[in-house]
């Protein structure tokens, strides 16, 4: 987890630098990362977030999750379940444990079955999907600076923006602003995205 604070600082004071973390925590037991020979534990990732979260209050911040490794029992799976969802974090990518021929975890005995992972994965992802869009809602009457990209959102035919903050905002409008930096008063929430007016 090589995130100092310095760099923390830098990127709450910075308004060249997008308000977004991604950090691949895998496991939030520390038994696991052990296995995994990870070089710190679900304490130092604890703290990370708490870190980020209060200097940077609405940074989105992501994390890796992989589910299934071979150990992971009832106990370490809820383990990683309660550290993500008692943490401050906005979205998650999980992913299924797949042995690769030739790593030390291949050769692991005690290998969890594929429904097994595949529940926990589903589990960990509607996690994930919550914490998104509790993220989202809390953008609603705020302001957000966006910059419009040069697609429009597929399904509405919105202009559609990204925030520095990880967070896609459609505007109706029929005007070209693609590349063009806006502030825009979050209206609603639309499905993974937030419904924005330009005042």
Do not use: W
Not at 4 to 19: F, G, V, W
Not at 97 to 126: H, N, W
Request: a neutral charge; one cysteine or more; proline letters at 4%.
């Amino acid at each position: 987890l090589e995130m100092t604070d310095e760099l923390i600082e830098q990127m709450a004071e910075s308004s060249r630098l997008c308000r977004h973390f991604h950090i691949p925590l895998q496991s939030g037991d520390n038994g696991i990362l052990k296995k995994m020979r990870r070089p710190y534990t679900a304490d130092d990732f604890k703290q990370l977030i708490q870190k980020i979260h209060k200097r940077i209050p609405d940074a989105a911040i992501g994390a890796d999750i992989l589910v299934g490794f071979p150990g992971e029992n009832d106990a370490a799976f809820n383990t990683t379940f309660e550290c993500i969802r008692s943490l401050p974090v906005t979205y998650l990518h999980v992913f299924p444990f797949s042995a690769r021929p030739g790593t030390p975890a291949a050769s692991y005995t005690d290998a969890l079955s594929a429904q097994v992972i595949k529940e926990r994965c589903e589990k960990m992802r509607r996690l994930g999907n919550s914490k998104r869009l509790k993220f989202l809602q809390g953008f609603i009457g705020q302001q957000l600076e966006i910059l419009v990209e040069s697609t429009r959102h597929a399904a509405t035919g919105y202009l559609k923006g990204l925030s520095s903050n990880y967070v896609t905002v459609l505007i109706d409008d029929n005007r070209s602003l693609a590349n063009q930096l806006l502030s825009v008063k979050i209206a609603d929430r639309v499905d993974d995205a937030l419904l924005g007016i330009i005042e």
